[in-house]
């Protein structure tokens, strides 16, 4: 059974409320979903329903993401650093594993980098550490920050905003990057993820994630150098269907010392969403002291 709690955090002066589910009993684990404009953690509820059959899950939103109204604020790297600090060492001290998507898995392993007697076990699916745009365009560009500040502006912000989240644009970068069927994220489902994008204040960390603002690394090297240091149990998950760019460096990580890698037989960026069942089968001897079967 899944129980909805609201987590109150603060950042910058505002009192955030923050979605959260729990489900499950045994080991710990923290699930931490992807960053992106339609992201929350209701896409890995599939996967925690499965996992919640043998531990103790705890899914939870990120600040400026979610369901949740959100204030306007700078969305930053160090916000988010100190949200994961607090989640460890407060909310889920010492969990068993963790479990992050897209981005977050670039946070989590910052953080592991600079605390080193959290020794966790660590899943990544579908680890990404550049935006969108930063990615199609092979690095940050000057005005990337004059869009941010565009989107952040009270009126001319969300009509840019909605120009660019509305629901042609929403479906055709899920069939053109993060579903394997095109037709997954159609009626009920399509209709959730237009409802994240509409949430008051989701514009501005979802103007930041696009524009590489809120990357968690500035290049593939720092992100290597960060994972240097780490002796955890590392299982990296991806499908080989992913976008191009954002699959060279998953398969760029997989080439790094004490991570095991394992591609999906389906699925695009978001496959553990689509295919639950096929993950957790893959998550599963990982958890249980083995290697990804």
């Known amino acids: 059974m899944v129980t909805h709690e609201r987590l109150s955090w603060q950042c910058d002066g505002h009192d955030l409320k923050i979605g959260l589910d729990r489900a499950g009993t045994g080991p710990r684990l923290l699930l931490l979903p992807a960053f992106s404009s339609i992201s929350t953690r209701g896409e890995l509820r599939p ?35 100190r949200f994961l600090g607090y989640l460890l060492e407060e909310v889920i001290p010492d969990p ?11 946070y989590v392993l910052r953080y592991l980098s ?26 940050q560009r000057g ?5 941010v500040n565009a989107i952040d502006l009270p009126l001319l912000g969300s009509m840019l905003y909605r120009i660019n989240v509305n ?28 409802a994240v994008t509409r949430t008051p204040g989701a514009r501005h960390a979802s103007a930041r994630f696009v524009c590489g603002q809120i990357d968690p690394f500035p290049s593939r090297e720092k992100q290597f150098e960060a994972i240097a240091p780490l002796t955890l149990p590392m299982l990296n998950l991806f499908s080989l269907d ?3 760019k954002s699959r060279l ?25 689509e ?19």
């Not at 990120?62 to 988010?80: I, Q």
């Not at 004490?258 to 999906?264: E, P, R």
């Not at 639950?276 to 079967?293: K, N, R, V, Y």
């Open 96 to 106: 068993f594993t963790i479990i992050a998507a897209g981005h977050a898995t670039g």
């Open 47 to 81: 996967l925690q329903d499965l996992l919640a059959k043998s531990f103790d899950t705890l899914c939870i939103d990120w600040p400026g993401f979610g369901t949740l109204p959100k204030p306007k604020a700078d969305w930053r790297p160090e916000v988010y650093d």
């Open 143 to 147: 005005f990337f920050r004059r869009i």
């Open 249 to 273: 460096e998953m398969q760029a990580l997989s080439q790094r010392h004490g991570v095991a890698s394992k591609t999906m037989p389906r699925g695009k960026l978001s496959f553990y969403e």
């Open 275 to 293: 295919f639950p069942q096929e993950t957790a089968d893959a998550i599963h001897p990982f958890l249980t002291g083995g290697t990804a079967s």
């Open 242 to 244: 992913a976008p191009r």
């Open 114 to 139: 600079c605390h080193p007697q959290l020794m966790p076990r660590l899943v990544l699916l579908s680890p990404t550490w550049r935006g969108p745009l930063p990615t199609m365009m092979n690095g």
């Open 167 to 194: 629901q042609p644009v929403v479906g055709m970068m899920a069939r053109g990057h993060v579903y394997a069927d095109k037709a997954w994220l159609s009626g009920a489902r399509l209709q959730e993820k237009l």
